[in-house]
């Protein structure tokens, strides 16, 4: 939540410096050293609740995420964490 807010407060300072409506954010995700002994069924748990918290609360704010380093397991991971996106 208080990234979400962060990004809030960006938005709303471009808007002003721009002068025009910025209303969306870029996400980087490097995901380098991730193993899959961290795909544990917590971490399952908190990405699906981060997940839900982003799409009732801060709706239609990310304009794109780019996930970068990703480890040869990560298509597996991404297959479980997809539908909730």
Do not use: H
């Not at 002068?19 to 795909?39: F, L």
């Not at 544990?40 to 908190?46: A, I, K, N, P, V």
């Not at 997940?51 to 991404?78: H, K, M, S």
């Amino acid at each position: 939540v208080w990234e979400q807010e962060a990004c809030g407060r960006l938005c709303l300072a471009q808007t002003k410096k721009l002068k025009r409506i910025v209303e969306t954010v870029t996400g980087v995700i490097d995901i380098k050293d991730m193993g899959m002994s961290q795909i544990t069924r917590d971490f399952l748990s908190l990405t699906k609740l981060l997940a839900e918290i982003d799409q009732n609360q801060y709706p239609e704010t990310l304009g794109r995420c780019f996930i970068i380093n990703a480890p040869a397991a990560f298509p597996l991971v991404w297959r479980m964490v997809k539908p909730w996106l």
